[in-house]
């Protein structure tokens, strides 16, 4: 099972990325900062992964769930504010940049040309996630399991 941990990890934290996603871009269009919608959502993505993570990939059990979840509460409060910080500043980043050509490109693909909140949104969360998709599967291993598993 070693082998198959980061992509099964991998898998679970794609559907928590969706769910994150869609509160993110939710929350932003009601026009919070992108700071406080990536806090909010990235919350909520975290705690269905580390649940069902604990259960289905990281399965050595070395403490009780109120222990695990402790500790992955307090890891979240460092994890998730320097990512919601990265995300803001990449959105801070993309918003000097013309994205008229992904507007365009998007709107030729799908029919539907989105507003530049939508492609600033989208593209700084796409930008930060693969840094703390494995930063957050190194977070759960070692919480876990007490050792870290690169793959």
Not at 46 to 71: D, P
Request: charged letters at 10%.
């Amino acid at each position: 099972m070693s082998l198959l941990k980061l992509p099964a990890f991998t898998l679970l934290s794609g559907i928590g990325w969706c769910i994150d996603f869609v509160i993110f871009n939710y929350l932003v269009a009601l026009d919070h900062t992108y700071f406080a919608s990536n806090l909010v959502s990235a919350a909520v993505a975290v705690s269905f992964v580390l649940i069902t993570a604990r259960h289905w990939i990281f399965r050595n059990h070395v403490e009780s769930l109120h222990g695990v979840v402790v500790k992955y509460v307090l890891w979240n409060v460092v994890s998730v504010t320097a990512a919601s910080f990265f995300v803001q500043i990449t959105a801070s980043g993309l918003e000097q940049i013309d994205l008229s050509g992904i507007a365009s490109a998007t709107g030729h693909v799908t029919g539907m040309t989105p507003n530049r909140v939508t492609i600033v949104s989208n593209l700084s969360k796409l930008l930060v996630t693969p840094i703390t998709m494995y930063a957050n599967f190194l977070a759960v291993g070692y919480i876990v399991e007490r050792r870290f598993s690169f793959y």
